[in-house]
């Protein structure tokens, strides 16, 4: 008999007999089983289901007389009485019509010659069991179901995916969709690119772009390209309240509770994926719309744990504007981050953060495209290359073909027109009243265009909270924002943190309700206008509607924008000119445009383009403000540029900020950044500081002196021991440097080696200039030499008999005794070891006296506006107390320093007691640490370059005061740059 014979014959006969009900028996083709969190219909079947008081029974699995029962069929049976809706059947009942097995369901153990009822554990406990235990069965049975055929798994994955991707599927009727398969096109490589990280052993996939750009369209694409040949899950952020690890064990039937983590959830489905032999791809789109204010925690978890299972991988989309937030938590960089950077590269239009970008339509793409949506919107007539330029966005282009549906398209868009239509058909569509619509929508443009971003860059868009955002419209506490303006994709929430945050989906809509509801900009007079556009400059979003306006605006308002744009060039540039002139007028030309003269600006001679550059006036008669090609100012070489003939060495990529409100402010910022660097490279020098003149001199005198013809025999040990090089003759170094330059010259004129002293003696005694040694690099600092020498003899210093600093007063051979009593030495006992306690005080009281004369004539020379701000300046003569720990070939412990009430220098040598209370005692407020040795050489945290342009690294180590008065600069200048958004 066939399956359909015994069924007839057999079994309903026999079922009836025992008391079941037609109601109680299932005989239909189709059953419902539970699949993960859904309910899914199973097609095709004859088998019978037995209900009793609206439970679950049991399941008969029938089979022909002439098949016998395998290990797969009772497998099968069990699993499908394990994933019934409701409970699960206690017995599953396999027969062929002439054997019959009895299967416990919970157990799988096989019940023969006994009564069942009394055999059932589970049936005996009213057919329940801890939910645990329940869904353990239930995941079991469901890892068999569909593993026993490609079409099981392709069924599960299929109802998965289609289940959560939701309303964003759907047809060009529907309100909602951002998918609509019939119109999508694959994006460039992006389908061999994601084959070929499902072939690698990356396992984080990021899809990235603006609004609109079609990442949407593309994940789904993908994750219904994928579900044909493998494992898939589909998740949309937006739809989802929990973790995806929670949505993950939901759809699995996985108990998930607070003592469960992503790690076991993770495992199963790894071995799932094992079980199987294929790789599990879970996709989760739109991370950045989620409602979970821990998603990026969350998914930098899942990350990390990721890495360790071999079958699994993630794709995930976002917008751009907020991926660099999805990939740092206070600055670090996640676990995300890090797996993303194993298939990704970073890319500058991401923020140096890796993914795969997609971006507008190519114009091979439009190809492929313009058709399907012209086929399937019916707009007419041919389209000109600029409309085709204007569609290159998805959602603009979605925007065009719903307004022109069944119309005739222009030769040219006219965007105000168009997005005007297009939100009075979605406003309609959305049942929300057009006049109320606009109103709201006019206010957050309000709100938009006044707030406060962090960052005035495109890619800092976070959009407004939501509860602030409902203050700032007078909202009542009941009422919300109309559901409508989300699902027509017309406003868009954004994930920030521990904020839930809102913006318009895209930035051509915003910007028309900004120019044309908000501020009405239309109607303004030119006077109006001028007045009002500088509110458009206090972010990025009132610029960027400025711009949208521009296409659309009157020739007036053209022109009264140009003349603003001039007023505020020339007013930014007076600002920033006046403030170096004010304050860093001893070094204004280490600033950008590098002159110690007056300075100008330049704009693009295109209007619509950015950009600026600052450039030194060569005469009064220059104009404040030139107008530039600043395209690609760098592309040819520099000294053949127009840049360089105007003396340009820096061009800035934007001038937006310069057009806001806050010109001083950014001018100052300007500065401090470049300051920053200035004071980080040492390029503030002090010539009329002596003792730093010193330093310098006896520095390179000491490391060239072979170079300078000098006869010194040098035995240091770690550290310069100056006293080899004095006495020093002024002019006899600069006849030394003067030489040097003869010979130079004379070498590359190609005299020859038996010629060369005659001539070179010849021109020093006639006292021939020869040109200066301009050499970088790994060159000695003759020409420094030089200049500082020359200065010095005209202060009247000549003969210099000793260092200005104190000898070491223990020979080396001493030192070297000294050391050999201790097992392992430092540098820093080496250098101690050639002092002794006394020398040591000696050393540190002349060290501090000169470190004050020559930090006080440093500030005074280079900063006489701002030196009433350093704290360490304005509390000179100080008060030093050295608190020091020392032992034979150890000095070191903590100074503290306080204003001298009698103006008078003066020192205070004590034992380091660490539990004495010095601050109450000595009134002192800062104690610092402190070694001997860091007023001997410089160590590599606190070296400044000394001279710019050259490379002299024992010169560095050897200026040690100058060092010194850098490290106290940073510290008095410290809430100066904060001040300025600067650290140093």
Known sequence: MNEEEIRGKVLLPFLKDL???????????SFTIRLGKNHHIIRGRYDILCKRNNQNLFIIELKSDSIEISHDDIDQGISYARMLVGNIAPFTILTNGKSTRIFDSISRLEITDKKISEYSDFWKNGSTLSTDEELRIRYDALKKFISFSDENLRIFCTNQVQDRMGPIVGSIDSLTPKFVKELFVQRGDLQSTFARFVESNAKVFGLVGAAGVGKTNAICSIALEWVEKTFVFFYNAVMINKSPIEHIAQDLNVFFSSKSDSDLILKKLNELGLFLNKNILLFIDAID????????????????????????????????????????????????FEE?????????????????????????????????????????????????????????????????????????????????????????????????????????????????????????????????????????????????????????????KESYNISFYYSKIRDYII?????????????????????????????????????????????????????????YVSIYDSYLEENFKAFKQLFVPRTDGEIGIVFPINPKRDGYALYPLKSKSDQKIIYENLDNPFSNSYYDSRMFEIGVDTVHGSHSALLGPSQEKLAKKEIFKQLKKIIENGRISAYNSDILLMEQVSAIIYYYSAKLGFDTKRADFYFPRFDAIYPLDMLDVLTRVRRIRAIYYYERQGVSSKDLNTLVENALQNNIDFPRLNIVGDFPP???????????????????????????????????????????????????????????????????????????????????????GFNFYISMPHEYFFYMRESENSRWGQYAYRNSKDGQIKFHHKEYEPDKDVFEEDDVKVLYGFSFDSLIRVDYRNLVKTIDRLNTPKLDESCVIRSWIYKILKDDMRKMFKEHDESI
């Open 19 to 29: 008391g079941f009900d037609p109601s109680e028996i299932s005989l239909e083709e």
């Open 289 to 336: 719309e989620s409602t979970s204010p821990h998603i990026s925690i969350e998914l930098s978890e899942i990350a990390l744990s990721v890495r360790n299972f071999e079958k699994i991988k993630i794709c995930i989309s976002c917008k751009s504007s907020d991926w660099s937030s999805m990939l740092e938590i206070n600055g670090t960089p996640t676990h995300l």
């Open 340 to 496: 993303l950077r194993k298939f990704h590269y970073p890319l500058v239009a991401l923020g140096n953060k890796p993914g795969y970008l997609i971006d507008n339509f190519s114009y091979e793409e439009m190809e492929d495209v313009m058709p399907l949506y012209q086929s399937t919107f019916g707009f007419e007539g041919d389209l000109s290359k600029s409309v085709i330029d204007d569609l290159r966005n998805g959602f603009f282009l979605r925007i065009f073909s719903t307004v022109y549906s069944n119309r005739k398209v222009p030769e040219r868009i006219n965007d105000r027109n168009l997005i005007r239509d297009y939100l009075q058909q979605s406003l309609e569509k959305a049942n929300i009243n057009i006049r109320t619509g606009f109103r709201i929508l006019s206010e957050i443009g309000k709100i938009l265009i006044s707030h406060q971003y962090k960052s005035f860059f495109r890619f800092g868009d976070e959009g407004i909270n939501y509860d602030t955002l409902l203050d700032k419209l007078n909202f009542p506490l009941e009422e919300t924002l109309p559901e409508g303006l989300f699902s027509r994709n017309i406003l868009i929430t954004t994930n920030r």
């Open 515 to 571: 120019c044309y509801h908000s501020f009405r900009l239309h109607e303004l007079s030119d006077d109006e206008f001028y007045t009002i556009v500088e509110l458009f400059y206090q972010n990025h979003i009132g610029e960027s509607a400025i711009s949208f306006y521009l296409d659309n605006a009157k020739e007036s308002h053209k022109f009264v924008l140009a003349k603003f744009k001039r007023n505020k060039a020339i007013a």
């Open 782 to 868: 003759f020409e420094e030499l030089s200049k500082i020498v020359t200065i010095l003899l005209k202060r009247g210093y000549r003969y210099f008999d000793k260092h200005h600093l104190p000898y070491p007063d223990r020979s080396i051979q001493e030192s070297k005794k000294h050391l050999q009593r201790q097992p392992k030495n430092e540098i820093s006992d080496t250098i101690n070891s050639q002092f002794s306690t006394v020398q040591t005080k000696v050393y540190i009281e002349c060290f501090f006296r000169h470190l004050e004369r020559s930090y006080k004539e440093f500030v005074e020379f280079n900063f006489p506006k701002l030196k009433n």
